[in-house]
């Protein structure tokens, strides 16, 4: 499908996010592929609270969405795969991968860099990866100052690393930082494969203790980490317990829940003119891997001129597996600006992709409204922004559906370019079609925020949608860059104090 010359495995999804479905083994050789391939990509190591972090972090749900490789560090995950569909084959854990990498790497002639930490451990831990494996190379060690990402000295960290030139970078800033830090920079980033591994480094120096071996092959790591530091861990893992066991409850109810199925597109009064902006395909049930990797690949070789519509119509449910396929097509499809609508969904799919928090990166419509959604699918304007000539000083700019790394330094040159940028002095950013943006395009609006204010020129938000305005929450930029939200007409009305 397109992904360079490794061989991408089979993704079945858990809770809203997809693990691909690998063991050590193939996690190693996966990253050995990649480095011999040249082409950056980036490993996730998630377990339960990633996941639980990423119902709220709309950025980091993204990066989880779109990794490269994500395995599943938490043996819960591991237990849940099996009841949505194939059973995942391993926990994978960071802190177990590092020293295989290791290996591999002295046996394959890599170098790794270890960044993050606390000053020293980076260092330390790689003294004992070289003591472990003598004639492992060590590209470098940088422990960056505490910052968050967009506070970070990004250039120099980029500099570091385009003078050492490692093979395998191993980041341990700590979730969902070192995930969001990656991302931010994937696209500078010339280095084959990232990894973001949390405290492994920490255990490698001693700084911290892992579990015994006994305790990690009964699934009680979490136990002995939370009992090691109480006042850090204890909430967090009670939360998580708290998390998977509504999450249970919520499925199952999706699950047995009354369904109500749509009409196929097929002979509806949208079929014929729907054929004329579109690629209509009927959507085929999935049992297997080899069904997942055939059906993929089918609708891959699609040409890319027009949209895809694939209709589930008569779907009464989705498996872990043929969810995982939807999302691949969806991640391939966006890389070749393409749209892949979803049409025919039944009342208990879309609770299903609800509770997973999918239904803002996956494109549903009805047989009503795919007209509609296919011609916006094909509209590049929505797709790249758009800046539109100044009015009596106001320069008006159309923010993308989505604004990223990605497609980030796209905008800026559309922005720069304008010539009535200089002579402006109110600058509007339309966000009213824009569903998501993250660490690199918020850098972007800070840093426009300063150049405006320097400037005396006004910058202003408007139509900025509860999502953005979450990322930009948890960022900690919105009293920054946003307005204050205005609450409900019933929410202002005045009413007397309860009574004691």
């Not at 991302?183 to 490698?204: E, H, M, Q």
């Not at 930029?477 to 019933?490: G, M, R, T, W, Y």
Request: proline share 6%; glycine share 8%.
């Amino acid at each position: 499908m397109g992904e360079g010359q490794t061989p991408q495995p089979s993704t079945v999804v858990v809770l809203g996010i997809p693990f691909h479905n690998v063991s050590f083994e193939e996690t190693v050789a996966w990253a050995r592929d990649r480095i011999r391939s040249r082409k950056p990509g980036y490993i996730a190591t998630a377990n339960i609270d990633f996941v639980m972090q990423a119902r709220r972090d709309p950025e980091l749900q993204r990066i989880l969405l779109e990794a490269d490789l994500v395995v599943a560090d938490g043996i819960p995950i591991v237990w849940l795969s099996g009841w949505l569909g194939p059973r995942l084959k391993a926990r994978v854990t960071g802190s177990d991968l590092v020293p295989l990498f290791a290996e591999m790497a002295r046996d394959n002639g890599f170098s790794l860099f270890n960044l993050g930490g606390a000053p020293g451990v980076a260092e330390k831990a790689a003294e004992v990866l070289v003591q472990r494996f003598p004639g492992l190379r060590i590209a470098g060690c940088y422990s960056p100052p505490k910052a968050d990402v967009l506070n970070m000295n990004h250039a120099e960290i980029l500099a570091r690393l385009e003078a050492a030139q490692p093979d395998l970078l191993l980041v341990a800033f700590g979730a969902p930082k070192q995930e969001k830090w990656v991302n931010f920079n994937l696209g500078r980033l010339k280095v084959p494969v990232s990894i973001g591994i949390g405290g492994s480094l920490d255990f490698l120096a001693g700084a911290q203790t892992r579990a015994p071996k006994l305790v990690q092959r009964l699934a009680l790591e979490w136990l002995w980490r939370m009992l090691s530091d109480p006042p850090r861990l204890f909430r967090r893992y009670v939360g998580n317990i708290g998390f998977l066991f509504s999450a249970v409850m919520k499925l199952l109810a999706a699950r047995l829940g009354a369904d109500r199925a749509e009409e196929p597109l097929a002979g509806s009064a949208a079929a014929a003119e729907l054929g004329r902006l579109a690629l209509v395909e009927a959507y085929v049930r999935i049992r297997d891997a080899v069904e997942a990797e055939a059906f993929q690949a089918r609708l891959a070789a699609l040409p890319d001129s027009r949209p895809i519509v694939l209709d589930l119509a008569g779907v009464p449910w989705l498996s872990s597996l043929e969810l995982g396929v939807l999302l691949r097509l969806t991640t391939f499809c966006r890389g070749r600006n393409q749209g892949l609508l979803l049409t025919g969904i039944g009342t208990r799919v879309r609770r299903l992709l609800a509770l997973y928090r999918l239904t803002e990166y996956l494109e549903l419509t009805d047989a009503a409204g795919a007209i509609a959604a296919a011609t916006k699918a094909c509209d590049a304007s929505a797709r790249e922004g758009r800046i539109d000539r100044a009015e009596q000083g106001r320069l008006t700019a159309s923010l993308p559906t989505e604004l990223m790394a990605a497609n980030l330094d796209g905008f800026k040159r559309l922005w720069e370019a304008n010539p009535d940028l200089p002579s402006a002095r109110e600058w509007i950013l339309d966000a009213s079609l824009t569903r998501f943006v993250d660490s690199a395009a918020l850098g972007f609006f800070v840093g426009l925020k300063k150049r405006a204010t320097d400037a005396g020129i006004a910058l202003r938000f408007t139509g900025v949608q509860a999502r953005v305005r979450q990322t930009c929450r948890i960022a900690r930029v919105e009293s920054v860059l946003l307005e204050p939200e205005i609450p409900p007409a019933d929410a202002t009305t005045s009413r007397p104090p309860a009574p004691r």
